[in-house]
């Protein structure tokens, strides 16, 4: 996919906090609640502007913080395709698989990318194209998959169940 995505690019130690305001934890509960919020201290453009399809790249201990479930739900919300860092912190990477997000480690590519430079993710192939470089990341389970398309765990398990 060659794609008219945006790219976000943050730094490092990107916490929960950062990507949903605590002040919001206990009155706003629902992806259409959660989705104005998003990122509003870090940068204010961001929920004004995100779309279906982009991507954010970040550097190391992503989703560091609490073990809120509003910053994963609400970035699946907006229709975020994928986060790739250099790394993530354990109890958002399990927030995130519970949502249906996908997360991918990729240092190099992290470091590759640069504002307005072409990217092509290929989520099957495990690789990133970064204008002429790609990247490789080890390829998702598929039940990573089965959940992401599923909407998240709770879907996934509510069709399992239904089989």
Known sequence: MQNSSTIWKYGNDINTDMLFPGK????????EEI???LLEDLDPNF?????????????????????RE???LGLRAVGIKA??????ARIFYRAAI??????????????????GASVDLDIEKGEIKIDDSIF????LPPEILA????????????????Q
């Open 24 to 31: 919001y934890t206990y009155t706003c509960s629902t992806a």
């Open 35 to 37: 989705k104005p919020h």
């Open 47 to 67: 929920a004004k502007n995100v779309k279906p399809g982009d991507i954010i790249f970040a550097g190391t201990n992503f989703g560091c913080g609490s073990s």
């Open 70 to 72: 509003q910053p994963a």
């Open 83 to 88: 986060i790739v860092a250099k790394s993530f």
């Open 98 to 115: 519970n949502q249906g997000l996908l997360l991918i480690e990729c240092p190099e590519a992290v470091d590759a990318y640069t504002e």
């Open 136 to 139: 490789h990341f080890p390829t």
């Open 147 to 162: 959940i992401r398309d599923a909407g998240g765990l709770l879907e996934y398990t509510r069709q399992k169940l239904a």
